[in-house]
């Protein structure tokens, strides 16, 4: 077959936002999760998810262009694309689509041109507040957020915990855990190993909410702090999709705060999307414009990890690649 004519895919490239917000939709109203008691006509699906049947019949089709659903003589049904946006399932991204697709992302990257122009990210321009500031009010969508980085911790959690060298280490600091996933996995691996999540406050009421749905609820501590004021004393501290959120003076804080922290022997596990020094095929380009638009972060090279650990008395020692789209950074007291 002959590859498709570069202006097909240029075509593909420009109208790619239109697949996202057709993703976005099908993700908030359910309709994977509608299908998943098996395939439907238009108007039992229409019905079902609560729109008109006519725009819905256009949205299936587009859906099935892209390989999402397909039809089975008159019904429809989802295929294994389209079982990633139900709710609850192992490898699920349906809060994901939902949160790249509302307000507090989609409007950011609107202005994607200022971002260009101006070096500076776009959320107070387009949103009027910070990102975290818009999640507060609009608390559906900072949900479906917190999911979708939920999720993203589960697609590298069992990963890290088979991972990571843990001999000897009793205490594990999972530094902005959120709800704990990453924490939650780690502990199950290291039965005599204890935990602490260390997130905000409001965070972390929902963080100790999460965590006591799992076996190792009765190892961990939830702690509501600051991680730029300090962290609490760890053998191992995790930073997953921390440090790619800030600058790197920020991230000095952070680091440096781990490093006092840190027991003797003890390391610290980051866990980010490294940028290929090659140009290769990777999501960290991509989500290293996200970051421009959204917040003054980053994603870095392995070079600019070692700038950057460097400054905080750390040194990598291992860096190891994964199934997902993360990297496991491996540092210690240098």
Same mark, same amino acid.
């Given at each position: 077959?002959?590859?498709?004519?570069?202006?097909?895919?240029?075509?593909?490239?420009?109208?790619g936002y239109w697949v996202t917000q057709l993703v976005g939709a099908f993700a908030e109203l359910g309709v994977a999760d509608a299908l998943?008691?098996?395939?439907? $006509?238009? /108007?039992?699906?229409?019905?079902?998810?609560? @729109? #008109?049947? !006519?725009?819905?019949?256009?949205? +299936?089709? %587009? *859906?099935?262009?892209?390989?999402?659903?397909?039809?089975?003589?008159?019904?429809?049904?989802?295929?294994?694309?389209?079982?990633?946006?139900?709710?609850?399932?192992?490898?699920?991204?349906?809060?994901?689509?939902?949160?790249?697709?509302?307000?507090?992302?989609?409007?950011?990257?609107?202005?994607?041109?200022?971002?260009?122009?101006?070096?500076?990210?776009?959320?107070?321009?387009?949103?009027?507040?910070?990102?975290?500031?818009?999640?507060?009010?609009?608390?559906?969508?900072?949900?479906?957020?917190?999911?979708?980085?939920?999720?993203?911790?589960?697609?590298?959690?069992?990963?890290?915990?088979? $991972?990571? /060298?843990?001999?000897?280490?009793?205490?594990? @600091? #999972?530094? !902005?855990?959120?709800?704990?996933? +990453?924490? %939650? *996995?780690?502990?199950?691996?290291?039965?005599?190993?204890?935990?602490?999540?260390?997130?905000?406050?409001?965070?972390?009421?929902?963080?100790?909410?999460?965590?006591?749905?799992?076996?190792?609820?009765?190892?961990?501590?939830?702690?509501?702090?600051?991680?730029?004021?300090?962290?609490?004393?760890?053998?191992?501290?995790?930073?997953?999709?921390?440090?790619?959120?800030?600058?790197?003076?920020?991230?000095?804080?952070?680091?440096?705060?781990?490093?006092?922290?840190?027991?003797?022997?003890?390391?610290?596990?980051?866990?980010?999307?490294?940028?290929?020094?090659?140009?290769?095929?990777?999501?960290?380009?991509?989500?290293?414009?996200?970051?421009?638009?959204?917040?003054?972060?980053?994603?870095?090279?392995?070079?600019?990890?070692?700038?950057?650990?460097?400054?905080?008395?750390?040194?990598?020692?291992?860096?190891?690649?994964?199934?997902?789209?993360?990297?496991?950074?491996?540092?210690?007291?240098?």
């Open positions: 077959m002959n590859d498709p004519h570069p202006s097909q895919l240029m075509f593909k490239m420009i109208t998943a008691g098996g395939p439907r $006509t238009t /108007r039992e699906l229409a019905e079902r998810v609560g @729109v #008109d049947a !006519g725009a819905l019949e256009r949205a +299936l089709r %587009a *859906a099935a262009s892209v390989g999402v659903v397909r039809l089975e003589t008159d019904r429809w049904a989802t295929t294994p694309l389209g079982d990633t946006l139900r709710s609850g399932t192992k490898g699920s991204l349906r809060d994901m689509a939902i949160a790249q697709s509302a307000e507090g992302h989609w409007l950011p990257w609107g202005r994607f041109r200022e971002a260009l122009r101006t070096g500076t990210r776009q959320t107070l321009g387009a949103l009027g507040a910070e990102i975290w500031d818009h999640y507060a009010k609009h608390p559906s969508e900072g949900r479906a957020f917190s999911g979708a980085m939920r999720d993203l911790s589960a697609l590298v959690a069992g990963e890290v915990a088979s $991972t990571l /060298r843990l001999e000897g280490a009793k205490r594990v @600091v #999972d530094v !902005g855990g959120a709800n704990g996933t +990453l924490l %939650a *996995a780690v502990l199950g691996a290291n039965p005599s190993a204890t935990g602490v999540l260390l997130d905000l406050p409001h965070v972390a009421e929902g963080g100790r909410a999460a965590l006591d749905q799992t076996p190792v609820a009765s190892r961990c501590e939830v702690v509501g702090g600051d991680f730029f004021d300090r962290v609490p004393d760890g053998d191992v501290y995790l930073l997953k999709q921390v440090l790619h959120d800030w600058d790197d003076d920020k991230c000095g804080v952070i680091l440096r705060n781990c490093a006092r922290g840190l027991g003797r022997g003890g390391r610290v596990a980051i866990v980010e999307m490294i940028v290929p020094d090659d140009l290769r095929p990777s999501p960290a380009q991509l989500m290293d414009l996200n970051m421009l638009v959204m917040l003054t972060g980053r994603e870095r090279t392995r070079a600019e990890y070692d700038t950057l650990l460097g400054a905080a008395g750390l040194r990598i020692e291992h860096v190891h690649e994964t199934h997902s789209p993360f990297q496991i950074i491996e540092a210690v007291a240098s």
